[in-house]
């Protein structure tokens, strides 16, 4: 099993900045692909950027220029980098890790974390 656990979500103002990390226990070898999703109130989860173990990145369009995926394969841990947030950036937003290359689709999606609140205030 692999445990992910995030933090670093918070309240902020509009154009401000937050860096959210997410850390990764137990069975690391089985990880491959990770990503960052998000979920607003009443709407689907979302992809907001995944990475492979190679480090190959995918953006959602809505995110390109202002968010930047990464991780730290030595220290199991994923991060996104938030610049320029908006309201509508206002969601949970979740760690995710599968075991194929590259993961784009929820389904593909094998080990979640418990998410952390990302507030943009207006």
């Known amino acids: 099993q692999v445990q992910l656990v995030e933090s670093g979500g918070g309240l902020v103002q509009a154009g401000g900045s937050l860096r959210l990390s997410c850390a990764a226990s137990?069975?690391?070898?089985?990880?491959?692909?990770m990503g960052w999703y998000r979920q607003a109130p009443g709407k689907e989860r979302e992809l907001v950027a995944a990475i492979s173990s190679t480090g190959r990145t995918h953006y959602a369009d809505s995110v390109k220029g202002r968010f930047t995926i990464s991780r730290d394969n030595a220290e199991n841990t994923l991060y996104l980098q938030m610049s320029s947030l908006e309201p509508e950036d206002t969601a949970m937003f979740y760690c995710?890790?599968?075991?194929?290359?590259?993961?784009?689709?929820?389904?593909?999606?094998?080990?979640w974390g418990q998410g952390t609140q990302v507030t943009v205030s207006s």
């Open positions: 995710a890790a599968c075991d194929i290359l590259m993961c784009i689709r929820l389904s593909e999606y094998r080990y």
């Open positions: 137990g069975n690391i070898a089985s990880i491959n692909a």
